[in-house]
């Protein structure tokens, strides 16, 4: 660490060479860790505020709305999806990433609306609505029948509302009644694969169409065409593509999916989705992250947006202003969360599909001051048929937000049957996880007792490297009786680091389980999402129920690796 305090450092030093008075610098990705797809607004009435929203799969609660006052410091201030009643169908999605596939963020009349699509076994068409963006009082969806994904709200000056999505399609839409026309094409792309993604903007009297092609990894892309008709035909841009890192060495690869908007001073800016894994595609734990970029858009022209960088020079930055209303942190803030009697569960933390509730109580009358988890019995990674992969999982977590962090927590657990299991896991997929944990198994004279189990779950077929080898120990009889204090680090870029404490005073110190390559939760089936870090407790089968109780939770940056060997101590970070 003493190496890349000394890098910013050197960083925090360096004269802004080039930068004139008014424009700034700043560093991607300005929304950290897993915000895949986004989509991005400006609202002046009444909110003077820039929104974005991020595609959650099967993630619950889904859909955060990020919200900003100066286009740097983003917060979560609400989920659109935050009860079960209003996309049923997470609970038989299957796949690692079926579900809420991306969506687009529009203001209209005082009314947001986020439009999207559920995905697997059959896609659905969703929109919720809400006044309030600062509290999930998110709609239940209005339903609109749809084979395609990627869906696109654009209200015409005549109050027609047109739906464009993923081929390149259109139809009309009634908003209150999610009544659609026959689709007809717009426009198939320049030739990539996947024309996905679209959003059309009305500008200068004609309709642009920004799409993105090449699909979501090395080839992806954005490319636009224009027409004085909504309905086309559109005229393909010669400068196509507009966006892209493809072919290029930079760390910030897959750049695409983007959205247009303008800054309260009318400056034009833009969002898109990136990968920090340059030049290759191998490492890439936080998978696809929200990146932004100015824009330049003169009348009757074409827009030229600036190719995305780890460190960004564009337009003057709206005033700094962190003051925002809605229900979560900071997407850099840290995690000191202490389970305080009358807290809940803080609104970053998401689970895999839907939980049974009350296996999550914080602060019980037993044990303040902690989080108890009652077991369920599908571990992390389910064993079909007998427990289905869309079993609620008692399975608590945040984003890896950062390349280099530290998780902690302390686990509380004193398993008497085989397999009962509760710890820490670093988690892509239920194909793609790490886990450190205190589980049952027998001992020396054959009865249950507590041991320590670090142990790795990736499938061959989705990672050629080195699988580590399971470890099991067990617990040291001056470690029993006091929680076992549990740590996931990312000490550097490519791997991760389990170690456990005793949390008695005077034995303290770490012993490091296992370490296991960045490379195993890095795309496969876990390619549309990114990394989390979180605590379970599973029976693993079993049908005796078990309860484990954690305290102490503590997650920090410890360095935010932007490409060119420069690390950044946070995101977001302002050049100055
Ligand atoms: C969707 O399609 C079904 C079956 O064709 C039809 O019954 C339903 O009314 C349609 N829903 C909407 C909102 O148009
Ligand atoms: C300021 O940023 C904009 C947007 O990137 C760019 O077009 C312009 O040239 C920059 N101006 C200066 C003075 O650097
Ligand atoms: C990263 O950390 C792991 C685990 O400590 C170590 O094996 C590896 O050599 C380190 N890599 C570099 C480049 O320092
Ligand atoms: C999950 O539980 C099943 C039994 O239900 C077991 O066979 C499997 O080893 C467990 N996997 C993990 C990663 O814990
Ligand atoms: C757990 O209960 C299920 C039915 O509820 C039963 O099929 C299964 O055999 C039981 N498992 C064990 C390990 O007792």
Not at 140 to 148: C, G, H, Q
Not at 429 to 440: F, K, N, P, W
């Amino acid at each position: 660490m003493r190496l890349h305090t000394a890098i910013y450092t050197a960083l925090l030093s360096l004269p802004l060479r080039g930068v004139l008075a008014g424009n700034s610098t700043f560093s991607n990705p300005l929304i950290p860790g897993w915000s895949s797809d986004p989509s991005c607004v400006y609202v002046r009435d009444g909110h003077d505020a820039y929104f974005c929203v991020a595609s959650t799969f099967g993630a619950f609660p889904g859909i955060p709305i990020y919200g900003s006052r100066d286009l740097v410091n983003w917060k979560l201030v609400s989920h659109a999806f935050s009860r079960p009643s209003q996309v049923p169908w997470i609970n038989i999605a299957e796949g690692q990433q079926d579900g809420i596939f991306a969506v687009t963020l529009r203001y209209h009349e005082g009314l947001f609306h986020a439009i999207t699509t559920y995905t697997n076994p059959f896609t659905q068409g969703l929109i919720f609505t809400t006044e309030d963006p600062y509290s999930d009082s998110w709609s239940e969806p209005i339903l609109f029948n749809t084979t395609k994904i990627d869906p696109d709200l654009f209200w015409d000056d005549d109050g027609q509302v047109y739906l464009t999505s993923m081929g390149v399609i259109q139809q009309t839409i009634d908003l209150a009644t999610g009544a659609v026309s026959e689709p007809y094409d717009l426009w198939p792309g320049t030739g990539g694969v996947w024309p996905e993604g679209p959003h059309i903007y009305k500008k200068d009297g004609y309709y642009y169409l920004m799409i993105a092609e090449g699909g979501t990894e090395m080839d992806h892309s954005v490319t636009i065409a224009r027409s004085k008709n909504i309905k086309g035909p559109y005229e393909s841009y010669s400068g196509n593509p507009i966006l892209t890192n493809r072919g290029t060495d930079e760390y910030f690869q897959t750049v695409g999916h983007a959205d247009l908007f303008q800054d309260a001073s009318g400056q034009w800016w833009g969002s898109a989705l990136a990968t920090r894994c340059g030049p290759d595609y191998e490492i890439y734990p936080m998978g696809r992250e929200t990146v932004f970029f100015p824009v330049t858009w003169e009348e009757g022209e074409w827009p030229i947006l600036q190719p995305v960088r780890g460190r960004m020079e564009g337009w003057e930055l709206p005033k700094h202003n962190k003051r925002i209303g809605g229900t979560g942190a900071f997407v850099n803030e840290p995690d000191v969360i202490d389970f305080h009697p009358g807290s809940s569960l803080p609104a970053h933390f998401v689970h895999w599909r839907f939980i049974k509730p009350e296996d999550f109580v914080v602060s019980p009358r037993e044990r303040p001051h902690t989080l108890r988890l009652t077991a369920s019995r599908g571990n992390l990674t389910a064993s079909p048929p007998e427990i289905p992969y869309t079993d609620p999982m008692t399975l608590v977590m945040r984003r890896q937000t950062a390349s280099l962090f530290t998780f902690s927590a302390d686990v509380s657990f004193d398993p008497d049957q085989l397999e009962h299991e509760s710890g820490l896991t670093l988690f892509l997929t239920q194909m793609q996880h790490a886990d450190l944990s205190i589980v049952g198994l027998p001992s020396k004279n054959g009865k249950i007792a507590p041991h320590i189990r670090f142990r790795v779950m990736v499938q061959r077929e989705f990672y050629d490297g080195v699988i580590p080898e399971t470890v099991v120990k067990p617990i040291p009889p001056s470690w029993r009786g006091r929680p076992i204090r549990f740590q996931i680090q990312a000490a550097n870029l490519t791997h991760f680091t389990f170690s456990a404490s005793s949390t008695k005073r005077h034995d303290g110190k770490a012993e490091i389980f296992g370490v296991a390559s960045a490379e195993i939760f890095s795309g496969s089936p876990g390619h549309f999402t990114g990394t989390l870090v979180g605590v379970y407790a599973t029976t693993n089968g079993g049908n005796a129920s078990a309860n484990s109780y954690i305290s102490r939770w503590r997650y920090k940056e410890d360095g935010q690796y932007i490409g060119d060997d420069a690390f950044v101590p946070y995101t977001p970070f302002i050049f100055e």
